[in-house]
């Protein structure tokens, strides 16, 4: 078995990525109610900051800022992604590993996780998971994906409601 060294930053502010483990179903968005409340459980018990989160069909961008003296990012993300589970209906085909280890199959067991190091680099990060809708192709504008900390930036007046433009108009795409 791999052994994975993630970096342990206290107070630290990290970008993530948490998928599914098929990454073709839209779970995330048909039962996004349940996952805001499973969030918010975690996060009244083990309080960080969401920085910027975006909730796709398939995967959650998201970057977090943990509290002074606190590097346990990884148990925040378990128990979301076990609270988010429980209660759904589980893959029959599930490995015996799955099985012997209680996981339904739901989730890719692992996830990518970004030390931020510098304001650039978080404003690279809170980009990319704003524009996230639209480079997958869900939207066409940054604006009419509802599942983004996007909109909490413009109601703030730290973006405009147009941010990002309309990939159609613009011919282009952005983030890469």
């Not at 990290?14 to 969030?39: E, N, P, S």
């Not at 990012?73 to 799955?98: E, N, Q």
């Not at 890719?108 to 704003?130: F, K, P």
């Amino acid at each position: 078995m791999s052994w994975y060294r993630r970096l342990k930053i206290e107070g630290g502010i990290f970008f993530f990525t948490v998928a599914l483990a098929d990454r073709t179903d839209d779970l995330l968005v048909r039962h996004v109610d349940r996952l805001r409340r499973m969030y918010q459980a975690v996060h009244a018990r083990r309080p960080f900051e969401t920085i910027a989160i975006c909730i796709l069909p398939d995967h959650i961008h998201a970057v977090w800022s943990l509290p002074v003296g606190d590097k346990d990012y990884a148990r925040r993300w378990s128990l979301i992604k076990s609270s988010f589970s429980r209660g759904l209906p589980y893959d029959a085909t599930r490995t015996r590993s799955k099985i012997r280890k209680r996981e339904k199959g739901l989730w890719q067991r692992r996830y990518w996780e970004h030390a931020i190091r510098d304001d650039a680099d978080l404003a690279r990060h809170v980009d990319y998971t704003h524009f996230n809708p639209v480079k997958h192709g869900y939207v066409s504008r940054v604006c009419d994906w509802p599942h983004s900390s996007f909109h909490r930036y413009v109601a703030k007046g730290d973006l405009p409601s147009d941010w990002g433009g309309d990939v159609k108009a613009s011919g282009g795409e952005f983030g890469e």
